[in-house]
């Protein structure tokens, strides 16, 4: 997942008392690169077990190391890539005073070459001069990840859970008409309440009643397939209760007021904000490029085309924009976006209107966060009405 919301330049560093560390992050090992004051140039570098206080006990024995070379260190900055390890590590040593930044793997340029030579040792002194160049203040060298707020990413746990029950729902379906499709029977529905009672009745395409193992294994798959039911209507109840209740938390505001548009639902409006929304962007061209929307042309001397969009940002709210543009256009058809929008597909085929939509969800995307950010109504929007007292 690209983020590119811009974070804040650090205050100018003094190296002469400032550790700055790169850690390249694995379940195996940590391997460390630093620049230690009184070592400038000596590559500093060690491998140590993937435990938070072994990296506590390594960065002590920096210290102690520039102490023997008369130097104090007063600062430490650390960095690395945002990864499947989340940023509990960042966290926990910013908790111990360390200034911790994180770096979005994709935005660090490599060597082209097609050999190139990689290591642990190797990226994390890549790691450490991309930092270098980055607290000299070369803000486009890279682009660094906002670590978010706990209690925003515990929050988005829900949706991704639910998403990844839906995924199972449809799964145990196809394997359950999977089996029943080897034995001639087709006018089965698994996701109706009556579905014990169904499964009894069925016949083969033989007129035989179904085998005892591909009964059985249809009951223990009709036994998951009901667990994960439940979990999602759990899921859902805890997501629509947002809504129905009054709460002083930010994003909930946020969700209350998406659902106010006509043509937006409480799941879109929840993924929106938890995934988006509740981040800091500098401008709707950077929600843009988070979200996976923006362009990516390709153009070198006489060459120039376009590639369609990044796809290097966040699948869940690109996903979800692309949905509410085309319900955009049918329930909010005199919003200024749905008027650009058809205004440009006028006498062309379906492949331009599958292009364009895509255009309309980045425009879209930005209008709603104006809109839930600085209470701009997007133009030509329309509001549902107040539920009858």
Known sequence: MSLTVAAPIPAAVDYEKTLVLAIEVSNKSWVLAAQVPGLPHRKAKRTIDPEAEVLLAAIAGYRTRAAARGRSIERVIAVYEAGWSGFWLARWLMKHGVEVHVIQPSSVPVDRRMRRAKSDGIDSELLLRTLLAWLRGEPRVCSMVPIPDEADEDARRCIRERAELISERIGLTNRIGAVLATLGVSDYNPLLRNRHLRLAELRTGLGEPLPANAHAKIKRLLARLELALSQ?????????????????????????????????????????????????FANGKALGSYAGLASSPYSSGGIHREQGIGKAGNRRVRT??????????????????????????????????????????????????????????????????APAA
């Open 232 to 280: 999602i209507s759990e899921l859902e109840r805890e997501r629509d209760a947002v809504v129905e209740t009054e709460t002083p938390d930010k994003a909930s505001k946020m969700i209350q007021q998406l659902t106010g548009l006509r043509g937006i639902g409480v799941q879109s409006a929840t993924v929106l904000v938890r995934e988006a929304f509740v981040r800091h």
């Open 320 to 385: 979800v924009m692309v949905e509410l543009a085309w319900l955009w256009t049918r329930y909010q058809p005199g919003a200024a976006q749905v008027c650009w929008f058809r205004e440009r597909i006028r006498s062309t085929g379906q492949r331009v209107r599958k292009i364009m939509v895509v255009a309309l969800a980045r425009k879209l995307l930005i209008a709603l966060w104006r809109f839930v950010v600085d209470g701009v109504l997007p133009e030509g929007a329309i509001l549902k009405p």
